[in-house]
Nanobody
């Protein structure tokens, strides 16, 4: 069974930076895509950034130029460097993994971490 464990959330002032990490554990051979979603109070969960196994990235318009996603395939870990944080970035950030190939099975759906809180004060 695959588990995703996030770290790196916290409280930061507007204009500050945070770096989120998410490590996938289990008998993983490869993961097609990894990324980050977020959910603010009273709002739907939205995609923030995704990165494929080959390194192709995609970002929500609201974070382009401020956030950078990267991954280490050897560690099955994805990172989100968040610079120039704004109060509207406040949300619970969830790690996502899509298309997991393990030693025993292939799961094409989405797997999620437990979430990490990011709070940006004005």
């Amino acid at each position: 069974q695959v588990q995703l464990v996030e770290s790196g959330g916290g409280l930061v002032q507007a204009g500050g930076s945070l770096r989120l990490s998410c490590a996938a554990s289990g008998s993983i051979v490869s993961i097609n895509a990894m990324g980050w979603y977020r959910q603010a109070p009273g709002k739907q969960r939205e995609v923030v950034a995704m990165i494929t196994k080959g390194g192709t990235t995609d970002y929500a318009d609201s974070v382009k130029g401020r956030f950078t996603i990267s991954r280490d395939n050897t560690k099955n870990t994805v990172y989100l460097q968040m610079n120039g944080l704004k109060p509207e970035d406040t949300a619970i950030y969830y790690c996502n993994a899509r298309g997991i190939l393990s030693k025993d099975y292939y799961y094409s759906g989405d797997s999620w971490g437990q979430g990490t809180q990011v709070t940006v004060s004005s």
